[in-house]
């Protein structure tokens, strides 16, 4: 059941004994991509387009006094600007997903009045070529009236705090409590409280390594805009913007090819492509706009920056968790871009892994004067998770127990699946403690102590951390009603179709917009299993269009769902194709009933006489173009559309308990660290994840999901921080400050996994790709516990720099976490 | 950025004051002047260009005096803006008789930098913001000195 | 991305250079790009013309001299210089070279630009003043020899001024020399770096704490002796986001240590 | 004596095609290939020359063409990632690129493999460690490397 491998061995693709679900199959997008050939946003062109530059505001919260673009409009080879006033007559202000206070904040494309965060765009420029839209942004003139600006969110409620929207009448976006079982009789029952008076959740994302981008055309007479674009999920994006721009959601034609990596990070780029929209249609030519990385680290899809106040842990002296309480304070930047919905995605993974019953945790979010949150990998459950990893660490240390002892005593076990969480989530299925004994083994914690003692003696200390998470995939949109009880959303989708052409190819669209997660390659798997073809038979169409692909409601590539809702939609509809196959074949046989017939080696054939066989091709050229004499109710079109929908129930707002998400992935990390005490710089001397997704389709995409997000975590844990200074500037703008992980920073790696199906979809399979900030908790974890003797410091942050190890090492008692252990 | 610092000067009080108020005076103190006008005893604005080895960062710098008592203390705000960077600044002096004989200036300087520049890291921006203040007191000196061997 | 309007002159010769520096105010040496293109990509400053220094072949040859005296033309490349045999002859440079950056940085980049633009990130600026080497700046009234020690002046400002430029770098011979660092990441930007050279006396210069490079001459290569040598400098590191002023200023005294200890090992 | 000009009329043979254009001075090297000449392959990730998805080989040079202007590429023979494979025949290393799923969304691919295929015509059988120093100056955000370097093993051997 475990395998353990740094790299995959080549699987020659050859048809396969049995299926092809469950092979290496090399993927289909790799061709060419290693050719340069991928078409990227950045890579579309038209005749005589423009290039848009933003100016952006130097000041993290300033009244607008004046903006003058005559010189700019006036500069060589500019072909106009859009300014905020002139978005606020042509559109009405976003949507938003929030109740009051945060529903009354008035959200337009580009600054209005008043700028809210460095780097916010407030007017945008085009010109004829990239430069000279830079160079005539250098000559709009903006008067600013600074503004005392907000940057800790602790501060937000402050009676002097500055307000960010006066329409909300003050910082506070929302809030809710959450409150399952019976808390006091918890903490009765309770030997030990633990309180943990502050920790804190740091602000980074995935920093995909293209920005974002668009090549936005208007067509005139049909009041039509196609926007190629690689914003990651069109379906939210048309949601925002059709209504905002007065048009119908079929006026916005949204396409993609490849999409250089998007992590959550590429959700929110809606403001940017009405700017687009507007000058295209106000410029009456195509529109090119590309994000270059420093306006991404200003502007784009911050994670969200979260504490964690006045911490109350029940727990018995054998380390049985009862329950927590907790004041979750979320800083959502300047904007709701998406938000509030991290104020209840966390709710998917409410008691992480374990089995305590009495849960309060108050929710509050606030706005400060920093770039928009927006949806990270492992958006709002990871600063959960990290929470509730940081709590089974803190207690074990703070009792003297051993953490894996904590864990395996407190994890839910693999006989209680499925389990019904304390806020009615069904964590499908999972064993993990098994996951953690395979985490131990492959990094080798028998020998702890002794690779302890080595590196003492080498003046090192060494430490020793694990993080167990969750990756909870296939959204209940129905949580969204916790937030706002006027949302009319539940449920989710996704849809694909499946067809035969006229000369028999099987040609496949998805909903989805991938990011280099194989789509095309698992999709062909599933099909060729099912249509008992070879993969290299079954097309599936690259990218996105929303006017010739598959589209429904909830289409696109977040959430850790394609596993579960894209591939069931692909099975649903393949399956539809070879029914109505059966069906055709049937009639053409002379009435052969189905349970006669069988497919193989590309087309169908009676089962007792196999002679008898109808390619594909044939049944794609009768059906398109040979049609005549087919019986009339024949019904069948070999152009299926299936859209798949997920079992789920409304939740119950009021008690704020449902089934938020249908499968439950896992994965436990374990790393060995080593400090150098003078300096606090560390490395990672050993590093295993181990991974359950249930069915995996293929293995070497999986365990790219994992490797990727693997390295996501290290960086975040150490080094990735959007860090900004009191005024509002952001330290860390480009990759020169803002480190992400390198080659030479990778640990050795071992990876392991289980496999336990998910009795919940229709394939077993479960989604995934947001496991990963187990390398935060893991990490935290280690540094807490190199430190054992050596200060004895709580690491209370998610980010630990080498700086930070150093203070905590040297001033524990003012750079470590404060707690305390009370008898009950 | 908060820099702050003291300085003595061998001249009287008169004379450091008449330095520091003086805007022309007060030009030749500041780096890489290209330009200086004086709307009026209050406002002054200057067009200077920051050397830096790689090419130079030009700014528009508007200061105001914001309160004076003569001759022990003046508050200025300066407002710089450049393409590539916003500099706001808030410095303020207070002189008082050394034991010497002297002048004493205790001066403090809130410096907030914003920007393009802003984005090479305070790595860089703090030597340079030291760096140009030591221009400036350098340069103070220098003519304070002068002011003081001049007859007046 | 995107530079601002900027004129461009590739010289054949050296003098020819010298020349279009001088008559230019505003035009700088292009030497590797490294660091200057992406200043321009800022936009942060923005020099009125390049002056492109690539093809001048008489910056770039390395000399080993019969005194040991090793003698870099401005424009060696730190792949140039790790891979030069008689670069070896300090074997320090190339062992630090090889740490800068990366790969293609190494291609392009060149000791002369990277002194000259003395960001105080560098690893060269403390190498070359712990080493005490001697910088040739060549202007229209000849040539002149700066004291590593005299050159740096400032972030992104040294001893060359308008319409010079540094053709070469001068090093006295020895091996005795050192360099440690703390650094952002494996390899990475160095966080506090110090060099050091035992070759005569002690003499530690200290990276990422000051404008220029912090030099010091502690009377011995004992810990406490070089530690309190650097305290003494009364090092006002900046603080940001990889490290505070505090920090920075231990980081000092540790690296300092570490760069004399390996300066001793080098000398065995 | 070379004068200070503003643009200039610039050669470069690029895969083996030579295209002459009148390029800014101010245009860097990718801009030149990406929107001048149409080779999109090249990427951008970064604007600090941190990320090395532009990396391309100069006469024979692995280079970030995002640090380098147009016009010093004048005279110079540029291979990119457009380069490598045969026609249809992907080279070794790209092959291996796909058998060790050392790419995800494919954007750092193309410098990756330009750095690879620098070292290994250097270095046909680099150790472990040469394949990451060699590898330091390219930023991948989705494979966390480990199959990179699985994947360039491979091609070496």
């Known amino acids: 059941m475990t395998s353990t491998t740094t790299a995959p061995e080549r699987v020659e693709v050859e048809a396969p004994e049995k299926t092809w679900s469950g092979q290496n199959v090399p993927r289909k997008e790799d061709r060419r991509l290693v050719q340069g050939q991928g078409v990227f946003v950045d890579d579309v062109k038209r005749h005589g387009m423009g290039y848009v530059h933003f100016v952006r505001s130097p000041y993290a919260h300033a009244h607008i006094t004046s903006i003058d673009v005559s010189q700019a409009e006036q500069a060589p080879g500019v072909y106009g600007t859009l300014t905020g006033e002139e978005v606020a007559a042509l559109t009405d202000p976003f949507f938003q997903i929030s109740s009051v206070p945060g529903g009354n904040i008035q959200d337009y494309a580009l600054a209005l009045g008043k700028v809210r965060y460095v780097g916010e765009a407030v007017v945008a420029v085009v010109a004829d070529t990239r430069e000279r839209a830079r160079d005539a942004s250098e000559l709009v003139e903006v008067e600013y009236e600074p503004l005392d600006a907000l940057t800790d969110a602790r501060r937000a409620r402050d009676a002097d705090a500055p307000v960010l929207h006066d329409e909300a009448g003050g910082n506070l976006m929302w809030e809710g409590v959450y409150e399952w079982g019976d808390l006091d009789a918890a903490f009765a029952e309770a030997d030990h409280v633990v309180k943990i008076d502050e920790l804190h959740f740091h602000r980074f994302n995935s920093t995909p390594l293209e920005c974002d981008g668009a090549l936005v055309e208007y067509n005139r007479g049909v009041a039509q805009w196609t926007i190629t674009t690689n914003n990651q999920f069109p379906g939210f994006a048309a949601i925002m913007m059709g209504p905002a721009m007065r048009c119908g959601l079929d006026k916005l034609r949204f396409v993609t090819q490849d999409i250089g990596g998007g992590f959550g990070n590429k959700i929110t780029s809606h403001p940017q492509l009405v700017v687009c929209c507007l000058l295209a249609r106000k410029l009456n030519r195509a529109i090119q706009w590309t994000e270059w990385r420093t306006d991404f680290h200003l502007s784009m899809s911050h994670g969200n920056e979260r504490w964690f106040h006045e911490t109350e842990v029940a727990v018995k002296s054998d380390g049985t968790l009862l329950g927590f309480r907790t004041k979750a304070l979320d800083d959502a930047g300047a904007w709701l871009r998406y938000e509030p919905l991290g104020g209840v995605i966390w709710a998917q993974v409410t008691p992480g892994m374990y089995r305590w019953r009495h849960i309060r945790l108050e929710f509050t979010q606030v706005a400060t004067n920093k770039a928009p949150v927006s949806p990270n990998r492992g958006y709002s459950r990871m600063q959960h998770l990290w929470f509730t990893e940081r709590v089974i660490d803190i207690v074990a240390h703070e009792l003297g127990l051993d953490p894996i002892e904590v864990r395996k005593r407190n994890y839910i076990r693999a006989d209680e699946m499925p389990y019904e969480t304390p806020n009615g989530c069904v964590y499908d299925s999972g064993d993990y403690a098994q996951m953690l004994d395979v985490a131990l083994e492959l990094i080798g914690h028998e020998q702890l102590e002794q690779r302890r003692q080595d590196a003492e003696s080498r003046g090192k200390l060494l430490g020793f951390g694990i993080g167990s998470t969750l990756d909870s995939g296939t959204n209940n949109f129905g949580q969204s009603r916790m937030i706002n009880p006027e949302l009319q959303f539940s449920g989710n989708n996704e849809v694909a179709t499946v067809k035969l052409d006229i000369f028999g190819e099987i040609v496949v669209t998805l909903g989805t917009t991938p990011q280099g997660q194989g789509h095309e390659t698992t999709a062909a798997q599933v099909v060729a299993d099912i249509l008992k073809c070879s993969v290299d038979d079954v097309h599936v169409r690259a990218g996105h269009d929303s006017y010739w692909n598959s589209h429904a409601g909830f289409s696109g590539t977040y959430a850790s769902q394609f596993a579960v809702t894209g591939l069931s939609a692909v099975k649903g509809a393949t399956e539809m194709l070879r029914d109505e196959i059966f069906k055709l074949a049937g009639a053409v046989f002379g009435g052969v009933p189905p349970e006669a017939l069988e497919l193989a080696d590309g087309g169908i054939r009676i089962r007792e006489s196999p002679e008898a066989f109808l390619p594909f091709m044939a049944c794609g050229a009768i059906i398109n173009a040979n049609n005549a004499g087919l019986p009339e109710d024949l019904g069948v079109t070999l152009n299926c559309r299936y859209v798949y929908r997920p079992p789920f129930q409304v939740p119950d707002v009021e008690r704020k308990f449902g089934n938020l998400t249908l499968t439950y992935a896992a994965q436990i990390h374990t790393v060995v660290i080593e400090i150098d005490p003078d300096t606090g710089y560390y490395e990672l001397i050993d590093y295993a994840a181990v991974d359950d997704c249930g069915k995996r389709i293929n293995p070497q995409i999986v365990e790219g999901q994992v490797m990727g997000a693997t390295a996501q975590a290290l960086g975040a844990a150490m080094h990735e921080h959007f860090a900004y200074d009191e005024d509002g500037n952001l330290l860390t703008p480009n990759f020169y400050d803002y480190h992400v992980p390198h080659a030479l920073d990778m640990p050795p790696l071992r990876t392991g996994s289980i496999e336990t199906p998910s009795p919940f979809t229709p394939l077993g399979t479960k989604g995934m790709g947001e496991g990963g900030g187990a390398g935060i908790h893991a990490i935290c974890a280690a540094v807490q516990d190199a430190l054992r003797g050596h200060g004895d410091a709580i690491v209370w942050d998610s980010c630990n720099p080498y700086h930070r190890v150093w203070e905590m090492l040297n001033d524990p008692k003012a750079a470590g976490g404060s707690v305390s252990v009370s008898a009950a | ?152 | 991305m995107l530079l601002r309007e900027v004129g461009y002159a590739r010289p054949e010769s050296l003098a020819e250079a010298i020349d279009l520096l001088a008559e230019n105010d505003g035009a700088r040496a292009l030497a590797g790009g490294q660091t200057i293109v992406n200043v321009m990509k800022a936009r942060a400053a923005s020099p009125d013309a390049l002056v492109d220094l690539n093809g001048l072949d008489e910056l770039k040859g390395i000399d080993l001299a019969a005194n040991g005296t090793l003698s870099i033309g401005a424009m060696a490349t730190y792949t140039e210089i790790v891979e030069s045999a008689e670069a070896r002859a300090r074997p320090i440079l190339g062992e630090v070279c090889a740490q800068i950056a990366d790969v293609q940085v190494r291609n392009r980049g060149t000791i002369g630009g990277n002194v000259c633009s003395n960001d105080p990130t560098n690893h060269l600026p403390p190498l070359m003043v712990a080493l005490d080497a001697t910088m040739t700046i060549a202007g229209k009234d000849g040539e002149r020899d700066v004291d590593a020690n005299d050159f740096f002046l400032g972030v992104y400002l040294t001893a060359v001024g308008t319409g010079e430029l540094l053709t070469k770098i001068t090093l006295p011979a020895g091996t005795a020399d050192g360099f440690a660092s703390v650094t952002l990441g494996a390899d990475g930007t160095c966080i506090c770096s110090a060099a050091a050279s035992v070759n005569g006396g002690v003499h530690v210069a200290v990276g990422c704490v000051a404008a220029v490079p912090v030099s010091v001459h502690p009377g011995s290569s004992e810990e406490q002796v070089v530690r309190e040598a650097v305290r003494d400098a009364a090092i006002d590191a900046p603080s940001d986001v990889h490290a505070s002023s505090a920090y920075r200023a231990h980081l000092a005294e540790i690296v300092a240590v570490r760069a004399v200890n390996h300066a001793l090992e080098a000398k065995r | 004596m070379a004068a200070i000009s503003p643009s200039k009329t610039i050669s470069v043979s690029i895969n083996g095609t030579t295209y002459e254009r009148e390029v800014e001075a101010r245009k860097l090297l990718i801009h030149f290939i990406r929107d001048d000449v149409d080779l999109t392959g090249s990427h951008i990730g970064c604007d600090t020359g941190n990320c090395g998805a532009c990396s391309v080989i100069v006469d024979g040079t692995l280079v970030k063409s995002c640090m380098m202007l147009a016009v010093q590429a004048d005279g110079a023979t540029i291979e990119t990632v457009e380069s490598l494979a045969e026609g249809d025949e992907l080279s070794k290393l790209q092959q291996a690129f796909s058998a060790h799923h050392a790419l995800q969304c494919g954007y750092c691919t193309p410098g990756m493999l330009m750095s690879a295929t620098a070292l290994l015509r250097a270095n046909p059988s680099p150790s472990d460690d040469e394949i990451k120093k060699a590898l330091q100056g390219n930023i991948c955000r989705c494979t966390g490397y480990w199959n990179i370097f699985e994947a360039v093993k491979a091609a070496a051997s």
């Open chain 2, 1 to 152: 950025m908060i820099v702050s610092g003291d300085r003595t000067f061998t001249a009287p009080r008169e004379a450091v004051w008449g330095v520091l108020n003086d805007p022309a005076s007060m030009a030749k103190t500041m780096p890489g002047v290209e330009s200086f006008d004086v709307h009026d005893p209050t406002h002054w604005t200057a067009n200077v260009k920051i050397p830096l080895g790689l090419g130079g960062l030009r700014m528009k710098v508007d200061m105001e005096k914001l309160e004076e008592r003569e001759p022990e203390f003046a508050k200025l705000a300066i407002k710089g803006q450049g393409v590539g960077a916003m500099m706001r600044m808030e410095t303020q002096f207070e002189l008082s008789d050394a034991p010497d004989g002297g002048t004493a200036m205790h001066w403090t300087a809130d410096v907030r930098i914003a920007g393009p520049v802003g984005s090479m890291g305070q790595r860089v921006l703090q030597p340079i913001v030291n760096q140009q203040v030591q221009h400036v007191l350098t340069a103070l000196d220098r003519e304070v000195k002068a002011a003081a061997s001049e007859p007046a």
